[in-house]
């Protein structure tokens, strides 16, 4: 069965929240793209088919900037959700009027809408999107919303796997070559064997079968190993609902080229194998 699209409008008030939401889409895979004109959506739908998939998640900002192309906003939204080779979700985002105005002078922004007024530029910008509202499937208001309760709340209106939700690199690195800056999480595993002093271990690296078989016959190593997997599985939901998207591994060894190479794809195996999506970089093992 061929994968459908996934497509997604993200409208409604200015000042509402659109860009934090885009930047949220950004963060769950999506290809977004701010401001697109209601008539111009199948052009890109028909453009983005031709990528083989590697484009199958679209994200479009639609709004009042639009202008005069908005009214043709609801026909085009009928009749995307018959073509049973697109699925199409419709987010309106809405504040309470004292918000809005709160956020307009925080920022210092000026209102797409240009009345005298900016209570008259608000409440023209409801009646315009009146009809869009209605058609939405998800009317959210965010007057109340941090950002990480507001991602939490979009991954699960999409039904988007929270295991996705973040993206987790495990990043190993030699102590002599300091510690990356990226880090979140530095674990130190110096306390294992170094193979570096076995004769026929001494070239190869930490992705060699032997050097793991050498790591892992040590028992400290095995009790390291269900420790650090238990602690990561029990941290990684708590990062999540924080709103935090992405998480950085740190491993480290004396040079960076068989203990930490070795425990790093073994953690990097383990969390695939739950499910998670997983990054694997060797920061120094060709130093």
């Known amino acids: 069965m061929e994968e459908k699209l996934n497509f997604v409008i993200i409208t409604g008030l200015s000042g509402a929240g659109k860009t934090k939401t885009i930047g949220i889409m950004e963060d769950l895979g999506y290809f977004c793209i701010d401001n697109l004109p209601p008539n111009l959506i199948k052009d890109f739908l028909k453009i983005s088919e031709r990528t083989e998939g590697k484009i199958n998640k679209i994200c479009a900002v639609i709004d009042v900037r639009s202008g005069e192309f908005l009214k043709d906003l609801p026909s085009i939204v009928e009749e995307l959700r018959k073509d049973e080779k697109i699925s199409l979700k419709v987010i309106f985002l809405e504040a309470s009027y004292e918000v809005l105005v709160r956020r307009f002078s925080e920022t210092r922004r000026k209102h797409p809408i240009d009345e005298k007024e ?19 499937d998800h009317v959210i208001d965010t007057s109340n919303f941090e950002l990480k309760n507001l991602k939490q709340l979009i991954i699960s209106l999409l039904s988007y796997p929270k295991l996705e939700a973040m993206k987790i690199l495990i990043l190993t690195f030699g102590y002599k070559y300091g510690i990356p800056i990226q880090s979140d999480i530095v674990l130190d595993v110096r306390f294992i064997p170094n193979p570096f002093y076995e004769e026929e271990l001494v070239d190869s690296n930490g992705s060699s079968e032997k050097v793991k078989d050498y790591v892992l016959k040590f028992n400290e190593t095995k009790e390291f190993l ?14 999540i609902r924080e709103g935090k998207s992405y998480l950085t591994v740190a491993l480290g060894c004396t040079g960076g080229k068989h203990r930490s190479v070795a425990i790093g794809e073994i953690l990097a195996s383990f969390l695939k194998g739950k499910g998670y999506s997983i990054e694997l970089e060797h920061r120094d093992v060709k130093k």
């Open 118 to 136: 900016l209570k008259g530029s608000i409440e023209r910008e409801l009646m315009i999107l009146r009809s869009i509202k209605k058609i939405s």
């Open 226 to 239: 269900r420790r650090l997997e238990d602690f990561i599985l029990y941290l990684i939901p708590y990062y």
